[in-house]
T-cell receptor, first 109, second 113 residues
Framework: TQLLEQSPQFLSIQEGENLTVYCNSSSVFSSLQWYRQEPGEGPVLLVTVVTGGEVKKLKRLTFQFGDARKDSSLHITAAQPGDTGLYLCAGDHAGKSTFGDGTTLTVKP | DAGVIQSPRHEVTEMGQEVTLRCKPISGHNSLFWYRQTMMRGLELLIYFNNNVPIDDSGMPEDRFSAKMPNASFSTLKIQPSEPRDSAVYFC???????????FGSGTRLTVV
């Protein structure tokens, strides 16, 4: 079983602050995805990282894949209330994705 | 593009009843996945199909659960008989075959009383 551990489990910050959330595993993945899920909806894909050490930016969000392809981080700069949600990482192996338990982010105005 | 369409959005049923959840994947997506989400266990993969063929059903909890994909545009997940512990949000997701990253539907919130 390939497990993904996400930390912190909960994070509450003020608008304008920066934050980083983490996704760690002892397993190597062929790729890793980050999703954001809002209440009452399904997860929405934000990014896929494939290469060890890869860094991708999506506006104020920066995603990094670890060199060994076992871990990843998501950094948000100047968080906004619209960033509130459940952030899930998912590791892909053999054609299927295993999800972490997520980080619930609340950004207060 | 209407996205992945799931029905119903909410289902409340009594223990012992049969429940059928439905999913229409995005046209052209060859892979379809059924996930279950609970507070205790997070998102769990139940089963996935490639080109309408079940590839891995190792996540299906027990024989009470069954899934079918009779054609490329429709899949069902059936629970018979349902039990209170089956209460969860069930998601369907699809992707082009070989692609990484899925498009999820809005889910079906199932409550078994």
């Amino acid at each position: 079983t390939q497990l993904l551990e996400q930390s912190p489990q909960f994070l509450s910050i003020q608008e304008g602050e920066n934050l980083t959330v983490y996704c760690n595993s002892s397993s190597v993945f062929s790729s890793l995805q980050w999703y954001r899920q809002e209440p009452g909806e399904g997860p929405v894909l934000l990014v896929t990282v494939v290469t060890g050490g890869e860094v991708k930016k999506l506006k104020r969000l920066t995603f990094q894949f670890g060199d060994a392809r076992k871990d990843s981080s998501l950094h948000i700069t100047a968080a906004q209330p619209g960033d509130t949600g459940l952030y899930l990482c998912a590791g892909d192996h053999a054609g299927k994705s295993t999800f972490g338990d997520g980080t619930t982010l609340t950004v207060k105005p | 593009d209407a996205g992945v369409i799931q029905s119903p959005r909410h289902e409340v049923t009594e223990m012992g009843q049969e429940v059928t959840l439905r999913c229409k994947p995005i046209s052209g997506h060859n892979s379809l996945f059924w996930y279950r989400q609970t507070m205790m266990r997070g998102l769990e993969l139940l089963i996935y199909f490639n080109n309408n063929v079940p590839i891995d059903d190792s996540g299906m909890p027990e024989d009470r659960f069954s899934a079918k994909m009779p054609n490329a545009s429709f899949s069902t997940l059936k629970i018979q008989p349902s039990e209170p512990r089956d209460s969860a949000v069930y998601f369907c997701a699809s992707s082009p075959q070989g692609a990484v990253g899925y498009t999820f539907g809005s889910g079906t919130r199932l409550t078994v009383v």
